[in-house]
């Protein structure tokens, strides 16, 4: 028992590894693709694109969000970013305490 337990510690830290190394690769891909202008790179086995992501929500201060653009979570009130983001994609105003994100890219190979 104890040798698999450390053939899982080792693989889960070689995972770790792996995982990190292929996203330092993605953002360098990405900024480079930026630098020389390219959006897509289409080949016979793979296909690089930059797409941009979709705009997010991030919270600034929950205390001055309206109520309106709260929901209750048992017992604990927080706020709803899907609310907020469907008021900005409406009425195209960003509520106080909040920011919308919608500049941020992501490189996508199939």
Request: hydrophobic content about 40%; charged content about 40%.
């Amino acid at each position: 028992m104890e040798a698999i337990k450390h053939e899982q510690d080792r693989l889960a830290r070689r995972r770790g590894t792996l995982e990190n190394r292929a996203e330092r690769l993605k953002d360098y891909l990405l900024r480079e693709m930026e630098v020389a202008g390219i959006d897509k790179v289409k080949r016979d086995l793979v296909t690089v694109s930059v797409r941009i992501n979709p705009a997010s929500v991030n919270i600034i201060d929950e205390e001055i969000i309206p109520s309106d653009f709260q929901r209750v979570i048992p017992e604990r009130w927080e706020p709803d970013k899907k609310a907020i983001m469907d008021y900005w994609k409406e009425k195209d105003i960003v509520l106080p305490g909040v920011e919308i994100i919608a500049d941020r890219k992501r490189v996508e190979i199939k």
